[in-house]
């Protein structure tokens, strides 16, 4: 049985229809079409679906639609603020973090509260950060140059 | 997923209640292990009983005797607590090396304990430590909590409150890791503690088990090469495509003898 979930994305006040079952992953994708998020294994292991609720990065496919009821939740399509990429994604631009791209918005989002913590993680502790983010491609070169760079770049920005 | 209903109460005994009236109703705390469980259709529940209301099962109090945990309490905020890291730096150690920081911000440890996978790790640090569960009903030693593979004391409609943890004299946690999972192929906790030596292994067997061997030598000479001699006997230990039953019993010993050098190591 659908029940209503009320929750704010991205900044905005959203209602939606939901079964008790449905993941937050499938209520982005499906119910609110941001697409942005993406589902790679659906086991809780790679991480492209990460999100943050309340600030902090969760696993979409592992927690479901109804216990985000009064939530913040931020996906990757909320980073960008008024046409600017958010600094973490300009890192990823400017280092070229990614290769098929398919990981990049669980990385992105995990990489943003990485750096919110620890403004200057060595590269030791950006590869431990990275524990539940998969790259199938294998390209953590220069992602972990990107998330170094980003971090840098958020905390210059917060002066 | 199969259908259920979800139910978020206010208080615990409203959550008990429904245990009671419902016989496929579970408790859900951070969901870490349950949802995957219900996603892989490897249980049919009736209703979810969620305990993200409880706000007062959620928080870390340190005294000079020790420090509780809420139940609802994460790992990610155990790792990160200053009067753990001080504490029980051991336990903060345990919290910082499960799963990845994703499931860290969600897992709890009143739902790892309570779900008692053999191989997840604070049983191993509960065990260890000779920590008290407290529920909702009394208060439970750790060394009588952990029954078996997924089994616990617990009764129906019981729920863990909080954990109790005395602080050791000096205490390590060393586990080495499925590479996949993080889960431990086998962990290994060491303490001195005001009642004598524990060593409490996690993921080797079917659940949580102490080594009195290795607590005899250490009680005599706290030192790595106390428990080098002591092996354990492979009957009963998991065996699957990660590790046969005789590596992990090597493991024991291997990381038994790191957790005893990190432990005097500080």
Redesign the interface.
């Known amino acids: 049985?659908d029940?209503n979930v009320s929750l704010t994305v991205n900044g905005k006040k959203v209602t939606g229809k939901a079964?008790?079952?449905t993941?937050l992953v499938q209520f982005l994708r499906e119910t609110l079409g941001l697409t942005g998020t993406h589902v790679g294994c659906?086991?809780?292991?790679c991480?492209a679906c990460?999100v943050h609720i309340d600030g902090?990065?969760?696993?979409s496919c592992?927690?479901?639609a109804?216990?985000c009821e009064g939530k913040k939740v931020t996906t990757i399509e909320g980073l960008a603020k008024d046409g600017k990429l958010h600094p973490m994604q300009q890192a990823f631009h400017e280092n070229h973090g990614l290769q098929c791209g398919f990981c990049t918005p669980g990385m992105i989002m995990?990489a943003v509260?990485?750096a919110k913590r620890n403004p200057k993680p060595s590269e030791t502790e950006v590869r431990e950060?990275l524990?539940?983010?998969i790259c199938r491609c294998t390209g953590y070169h220069n992602i972990v140059k990107a998330i170094m760079a980003g971090a840098q770049a958020s905390h210059d920005l917060k002066g | 997923?199969?259908?259920?209903?979800?139910q978020k109460p206010k208080t615990l005994a409203a959550a008990a209640d429904v245990l009671k009236k419902k016989k496929d109703a579970k408790l859900m705390a951070g969901?870490?292990t349950l949802?995957?469980t219900?996603?892989l259709r490897l249980a049919k529940l009736s209703h979810?009983v969620?305990l993200?209301g409880m706000k007062d099962l959620v928080g870390i109090k340190a005294t000079k005797a020790g420090v509780t945990i809420g139940a609802m309490t994460t790992h990610?905020a155990v790792a990160a607590s200053a009067a753990v890291k001080k504490a029980i730096p051991a336990l903060a150690h345990l919290a910082d090396g499960i799963?990845?920081?994703?499931?860290r911000?969600?897992g709890t440890i009143g739902g790892s304990i309570s779900n008692n996978d053999p191989a997840a790790d604070y049983p191993a640090g509960l065990v260890g430590l000779g920590a008290t569960v407290v529920t909702t009903q009394r208060k439970i030693p750790a060394d009588k909590f952990f029954l078996g593979m997924f089994e616990t004391a617990l009764k129906r409609g019981e729920i863990v409150k909080a954990v109790e943890f005395p602080i050791p004299k000096r205490a390590a946690y060393m586990k080495f890791p499925n590479p996949?999972?993080?889960y431990a192929i086998v962990g290994v906790f060491v303490a001195e503690t005001a009642d004598g030596v524990r060593v409490a292994v996690t993921g080797a067997g079917g659940c949580v088990f102490r080594v009195p061997e290795m607590e005899a030598a250490l009680a005599k000479k706290f030192a790595p090469e106390s428990v080098v001699g002591v092996s354990i006997p492979t009957d009963g230990l998991n065996e699957d495509i990660h590790a046969s039953a005789e590596y992990r019993a090597h493991l024991v010993t291997v990381m038994a003898k790191r957790a005893v050098a990190a432990a005097i190591g500080g």
Request: hydrophobic content about 40%.
């Open positions: 049985m029940v079964e008790p079952r993941l659906d086991t809780s292991q991480g990460v902090v990065s969760v696993k592992t927690i479901l109804v216990q995990s509260d990485l950060w524990e539940g983010n | 997923m199969y259908e259920f209903e979800y969901g870490m949802i995957p219900l996603k979810v969620d993200a990610g799963g990845d920081p994703a499931v911000n969600r996949a999972s993080r």
